[in-house]
């Protein structure tokens, strides 16, 4: 059985192999699946409202990201039997066959379970992806890389909500799904040419509970994982209740596309040139709190805008991403560099954080707004946000470039 005697050797030890082609490919493939699933992700819970009849679809969240996360415990099983890329190519495939559906059903139940399904397979697709990625990649340019790819995939982001909130008001849900039919289309083309030779199997046989010890045997690893699960309950919160609480206050699909496209310019922005400094000058244990912070504030500082202009709500929105686009890529950085390509149960389960925290944020928002407004749900992801202070402070940095040649 697989024993860890100290983080330290692991950070040492492990083998490193970066192929610069795969990485490109890697990262156009990356772009679509940003702008693919951006042109979903802002409507969803519009959808969800729609086909329910309900103004708290947070249920809707915490049942698929639960199915997610008993599949995701168990993904590291299906890479060793099927290898890394073929988990990626059924999930894909699986989703471009539920979209298919959802063209055709009208909001409803059915569409309600399409949409859960899409949700899960599409999570699983960016876990098998993150697997292969590291594969490739070496951990002294882990900030580079993982910034590199972020900017990419968030690029592709960025153009989503614009689109999307367009094609809402034309042509309806129906056609953002035909659209983003066309794009995972395309996705599977790509991979299937490029990630062929990138069938790896892993070979480590490792129960939940085995996974489970050898995290906690590894404190910063379990520090940046509540991290992580901070920012993903933020992107939870705020992407559930903050399109439906702009439109409750009046505001169009088309200022809300303009708000959003303005929102997401940080992650084009910030997260190369983060990942370059904390490879090459500073780490990332400082600017992961100071970035913490601007998140927890500028999240709860929401509460307080109500009905403003277009710029104010803009201008808000972007200093939250501000926040929450510095912690992801200095999170991914932190990470990538004490494991490698071979810890496939470690990348799981660090992406656990993603269903945890929306199964989380899902249940204490529907208790939280069984009795208040919507705009608590603000409040409360400013406080939760804050709580990632304390990991943070107590994390133990990782040495730069410029900190490992003075201490040569």
């Known amino acids: 059985m697989f024993k860890i005697k100290t983080e330290e050797k692991e950070i040492l030890n492990h083998k490193e192999h970066l192929d610069e ?101 599409g999570h699983i697709e960016w876990v098998a992806l993150d697997v292969i990625i590291e594969n490739f990649s070496a951990d002294a340019l882990s900030g580079r890389i993982r910034g590199l790819h972020l900017t990419i995939v968030n690029a592709g982001f960025l153009l989503g909500p614009f689109l999307s909130t367009r094609l809402l008001d034309t042509i309806g849900f129906s056609g953002i799904f035909a659209f983003s039919l066309i794009i995972n289309a395309l996705i599977f083309v790509f991979a299937l040419i490029g990630f062929r030779e990138s069938n790896h199997r892993f070979e480590q046989k490792l129960k939940v509970a085995d996974i489970a010890k050898k995290v906690f045997a590894r404190k910063n690893i379990l520090r940046a994982y509540y991290i992580s699960f901070v920012l993903e309950f933020f992107y939870a919160l705020m992407v559930i209740y903050t399109p439906i609480y702009l439109r409750d206050l009046g505001y169009s699909w088309e200022d809300i596309g303009k708000i959003f496209t303005v929102m997401l310019v940080p992650f084009v922005l910030v997260q190369y040139p983060m990942g370059f400094l904390a490879d090459k000058k500073f780490g990332e244990k400082e600017f992961l709190i100071g970035a913490l912070f601007i998140m927890a504030v500028s999240t709860t500082a929401v509460y307080f805008i109500g009905l403003g202009s277009v710029a104010v709500w803009a201008a808000m929105l972007f200093l939250t991403r501000l926040g929450a686009a510095l912690i992801e890529i200095l999170r991914d950085s932190y990470f990538y560099k004490r494991i490698d390509g071979r810890d496939v149960d470690l990348i799981n389960f660090f992406r656990t954080t993603v269903p945890a925290a929306y199964i989380s944020a899902a249940i204490l928002s529907t208790l939280l707004l069984a009795f208040a407004p919507v705009k608590f749900a603000f409040v409360l992801v400013g406080a939760v946000a804050f709580s990632a202070l304390i990991p943070a402070f107590a994390l133990e940095d990782n040495k730069c470039e410029k900190e490992m040649v003075k201490a040569q």
């Open 21 to 121: 082609r795969k990485i490109k490919l890697i990262s156009f493939i990356s772009f679509l699946m940003g702008f693919s699933q951006a042109v979903l992700l802002y409507v969803m819970s519009s959808y969800f409202k729609l086909a329910s009849g309900m103004e708290n679809v947070g249920i809707f969240y915490a049942v698929s990201y639960a199915i997610f996360l008993f599949i995701l415990l168990n993904l590291h099983k299906a890479v060793r039997t099927l290898g890394k890329a073929n988990v990626f190519y059924f999930s894909l495939l699986f989703k471009i066959i539920t979209i298919v559906f959802l063209i055709f059903a009208a909001p409803g139940n059915l569409g309600i379970f399409l949409l859960a399904a899409y949700i899960v397979l």
